[in-house]
């Protein structure tokens, strides 16, 4: 069994969440699987976000501990050109926050489609999509992993956040469905103009999946 474990996004209070990744996630896995790490993260030195009040600077030891694995860095600013945040804000602002967590959000789908892009090179038969900024408190049992071996359209999401859609900061995915969850950018203003609805992160996941 060939087991990717995807981080994306921003790792952030890495001295806390790395030791709930390896004892919960790293150290579950199935015997006998062949376990490798991708990541994609943005590169920068300050998190900013008034709608959590977030406004500190962002050590750069944070992203030490994945940098071992395979992976790219690159800084917002280079990406956001390349992001349809144009397009989407004509929808509206799920947030009414000036478009911030819209900005983000889409920054989030593009780190998801690049790692995704990465993992589908090494061809898993099982994929593990992990933020890396939080702490992982229960263990993910290794029959998940057999359950998407067998079957390679599930997708195992956490049982809390919904959103009125499906939790995006956590799945395990069978081979046929890993794509679906991980390159949902590239269906984000269909599931806009599809549903005549704001583009939400939640309810984007469940149209995709």
Known sequence: MKIAVAYFGLPRCSDVTVPTIQQN?????????EVRSFYHFYQQDRV??????????????NYTPF?????????????????????????????????????NLLLQLG???????????????????????????????AVVYHVCVDDPDAVFVPNWQWGKGLNDTFAVCG???????????????????????????????KFAV
């Open 111 to 141: 780190s998801l489609k690049t790692v995704t892009g990465l993992v589908e090179r090494w061809d898993p038969d099982v994929v593990l999509f992990a933020r890396p900024d939080l702490a992982y408190h229960d263990a993910v049992p």
């Open 175 to 205: 081979k046929d469905s890993y794509r679906a969850w991980g390159n949902r950018l590239d269906l984000a203003l269909t599931y806009c103009r599809e549903k005549k609805d704001v583009l939400h992160s939640e309810r984007l996941l």
């Open 67 to 103: 940098l071992a694995h395979e992976g790219l860095l690159e800084t917002p600013e280079s990406r956001l050109p390349q992001l349809p945040l144009e397009e989407a804000k004509a929808f509206g602002d799920a947030w009414n926050d000036g478009f911030n967590s819209l900005r």
């Open 25 to 33: 996630l790293l150290d579950q896995m199935p015997r006998g699987a």
């Open 48 to 61: 900013v976000n008034p709608r959590s009040g977030e406004n500190a600077t962002l050590d750069p030891a």
